[in-house]
């Protein structure tokens, strides 16, 4: 009787690591390559800007006409292939924004925030593909962790194109934010004057667990852990590492933080602690009734007024 109760647990114990194994491989795939960001291109993205946003149309057709809207191409150092557009200042100007697009969009998705940049404030723009996005290589997206480093590259290539002597602000957005936090952690060239993330989540861990639960009502135990532990034996990297909240502690430059008071995708709750976390100096605009990512498209003079007065503080 023993000997079949331990032969009936040990059956048991395989097939709930089994399981857990299994759905470990779903989530990571699920997270980290989803079908949504497979055969989309720039083509198509200009598309959809262009209906989103139709002011920037001319604006985009204007720069292509001449010529000014240009592609550039990194290989970081892993030895995956970046892509990035940039545009010079109408103007000449040492201003630069370096701008970051989130969870399975692009560049071009980032358009508006380089019209906001470029036509209104007269900046130097660059926006880059991260990886797994775009024209950008990657066997998966790196949520921002990775995308950090790869993104400080670019911020170096920005510096070398726009003259050498940028002063320059890093904008992101969603997991363009959280890649824009996470950069702030790290020790920045005398060129970076200030941040601006929009609706980023405190940690990967953070906010995969709240999707589990939103979308499929499930604990983080034990399919997160699980799936951490792939994603680091898989792509190097973890779910806790990955974290914006560690990295503001750390960043001793000027931070904007924008944040829709309806998003549920990115909880609204998640700005309070990365904004009580970072020290001064820092400012907040909590926008009113704005769900997910689309604080500038609900409130655009607003958003610019906003924006270009936090810079103008500290890019001249």
């Given amino acids: ?13 395989t097939v709930i690591v089994l399981v857990a194994v299994g759905a470990s491989f779903f989530m990571l795939n699920y997270s980290l390559t989803p079908s949504q960001n497979k055969g989309r291109n720039l083509s198509g993205s200009y598309t959809f800007m262009f209906k989103e946003y139709p002011y920037i149309k001319p ?12 592609d550039t191409f990194i290989v970081n150092a892993e030895g995956v292939k970046l892509h990035a557009i940039y545009v010079k200042a109408a103007q000449h100007t040492q201003k630069t924004a370096v701008i970051v697009h989130g969870y399975t969009d692009d560049c071009v998705r980032m358009l508006m925030i380089g019209y906001l940049y470029h036509r209104n404030l007269n900046y130097n723009i660059l926006l880059p593909d991260l990886q797994s996005h775009g024209l950008s290589e990657g066997r998966a997206i790196q949520m921002g962790w990775k995308d950090r480093l790869d993104v400080m590259r670019w911020m170096d290539v920005a510096n070398s194109i726009f003259g050498g002597k940028t002063e320059m602000v890093v904008h992101g957005i969603s997991m363009g934010a959280a890649t824009t936090m996470m950069i702030s952690g790290e020790q920045s060239a005398p060129y970076v004057k200030c941040f601006v993330e929009d609706c980023g989540y405190t940690s990967v861990w953070d906010e995969f667990e709240q999707e589990l639960k939103s979308k499929f009502n499930l604990p983080s135990f034990p399919l997160m852990n699980a799936t951490s532990m792939l994603c680091q034996l898989k792509y190097g990297w973890n779910f806790k590492e ?11 430059l000027p931070m904007f933080f924008i944040h829709g008071d309806a998003d549920t995708y990115v909880p609204t709750r998640m ?7 970072k020290p001064e100096p820092k400012a907040i605009w909590i926008t009113r009734g704005v769900e997910h990512a689309v604080s500038y498209k609900t409130y655009p003079k607003e958003y610019t007024k906003k924006v270009g007065k936090f810079v103008g503080k500290y890019i001249k």
């Fill in 271 to 277: 700005v309070y602690p990365l904004y009580s976390a």
């Fill in 1 to 13: 009787m023993k000997k079949r109760t331990k032969y009936i647990l040990g059956i048991t114990l």
């Fill in 242 to 252: 990955a974290s914006s909240l560690k990295q503001v502690k750390k960043c001793r």
């Fill in 59 to 70: 604006w985009v057709d204007s720069l292509q006409n001449m010529k000014a809207l240009r």
